[in-house]
């Protein structure tokens, strides 16, 4: 699968962005997806993954409350809404991709089989 991030750019704290992420390559909806980010000097994170259908969500505590995932299986297509966005938001997005089959969410990067190529998010102060 081929996995296409968009949405990145430059906000002030307490501001907005939706992040997207279009899919190709396989069936769309067998498969869960996540969101993780990169901020500079760190590991990549888990940020929030929603199953094959967008029935189920999780969520890292740190963006619980102000982010959004969900997904259009119409369109190919995943987002992430973020709202009051924080400096220590700031990062490179990555999108991802279980492997056919897995339905469910996942937090742990070693179970997403394929990446998008980031979107960089800066929260200015």
């Known amino acids: 699968v081929q996995l296409q991030a968009s949405g990145g750019g430059l906000v002030q704290a307490g501001g907005s962005l939706r992040l997207s992420c279009a899919a190709s390559?396989?069936?769309?909806?067998?498969?869960?997806l996540g969101w993780f980010r990169q901020a500079p000097g760190r590991e990549r994170e888990f940020v929030a993954a929603?199953?094959?259908?967008?029935?189920?969500?999780n969520y890292a505590d740190s963006v619980k409350g102000r982010f959004t995932i969900s997904r259009d299986n119409a369109k190919n297509t995943v987002y992430l809404q973020m709202n009051s966005l924080k400096p220590e938001d700031t990062a490179v997005y990555y999108c991802?991709?279980?492997?056919?089959?897995?339905?469910?969410?996942?937090?742990?990067?070693?179970?997403?089989?394929?990446w998008g190529q980031g979107t960089l998010v800066t929260v200015s102060s």
């Open positions: 991802a991709a279980r492997d056919s089959g897995y339905r469910i969410t996942s937090s742990y990067r070693e179970h997403y089989d394929f």
């Open positions: 390559g396989r069936t769309f909806s067998t498969y869960a």
């Open positions: 929603v199953n094959w259908n967008g029935g189920s969500t």
